[in-house]
Each structure stands twice: as structure tokens, then as C-alpha cells.
Nanobody
Framework: QVQLVESGGGLVQPGGSLRLSCAAS????????MGWYRQAPGKQRELVAS???????NDADSVKGRFTISRDNAKNMVSLQMNSLKPEDTAVYYC???????????WGQGTQVTVSS
């Protein structure tokens, strides 16, 4: 059973930066879209950013120019560099690996990001 292990969440002041990382516990032998979602209290989970196995990235409008997603296929890892953080970025962030063929999806356990002064 593949598990996704996340790291890097925490408390940061507005305008600060954090880097989230997520790694699969096993080698993946197929192509996966890797992404990050977030869920704030009382809101639905939303896509933050995703990146295909070929490196094509897609960012939500709310994070364009501030967040950058990247992946390391050799390490089965995806990262999210978050700069210029705002209080509205506060949420639990989940990584997501979706098989590009079968659409089967793995989820991480979630990591809390809190932006507050």
C-alpha cells in the first residue's frame, strides 16, 4: 500500500515563506499527476497546484505568482514552495498523486499551514 508522507507545514507570519514536500513510500511504476489541495475550516477542499509527469504545471488563480510546484520523479516526490503567504492561505494542505491512466488516487494525511501575525 503506497503512503504519501508530507512535511513542512507550520506557523508563519504574513509575507513569509514555507516549503511543503510529499514523498511516496514506494517506487511508483506508472505516470502520476502530483498535486496539492487545501481545505480551510468550513470550506471545500480546493486544488492549489498540480504538475503532470511531463512537467506541465497548473496553478490556482489565488496562488499564481506566489506558489511554485515542482517534482522529482526519481524520488517520487512533489514540493510546493509558498512565498508571500497571506492569512487566507491558512488551511490543511494535502498532497495527491493521481494515476494518469487509471485515475486511481492517493492522498497524504494533511499538514497544517497557518499564516498569522
Amino acid at each position: 500500500q503506497v503512503q504519501l508522507v508530507e512535511s513542512g507545514g507550520g506557523l508563519v507570519q504574513p509575507g513569509g515563506s514555507l516549503r511543503l514536500s510529499c514523498a511516496a513510500s514506494q517506487t511508483l511504476f506508472s505516470r502520476y499527476v502530483m498535486g496539492w489541495y487545501r481545505q480551510a475550516p468550513g470550506k471545500q477542499r480546493e486544488l492549489v497546484a498540480s504538475i503532470t509527469s511531463g512537467g506541465l504545471a497548473n496553478d490556482a488563480d489565488s496562488v499564481k505568482g506566489r506558489f511554485t510546484i515542482s517534482r522529482d520523479n526519481a524520488k517520487n516526490m512533489v514540493s510546493l514552495q509558498m512565498n508571500s503567504l497571506k492569512p487566507e492561505d491558512t488551511a490543511v494542505y494535502y498532497c495527491n498523486f493521481r494515476n494518469e491512466y487509471s485515475q486511481f488516487t492517493y492522498w497524504g494525511q494533511g499538514t497544517q499551514v497557518t499564516v498569522s501575525s
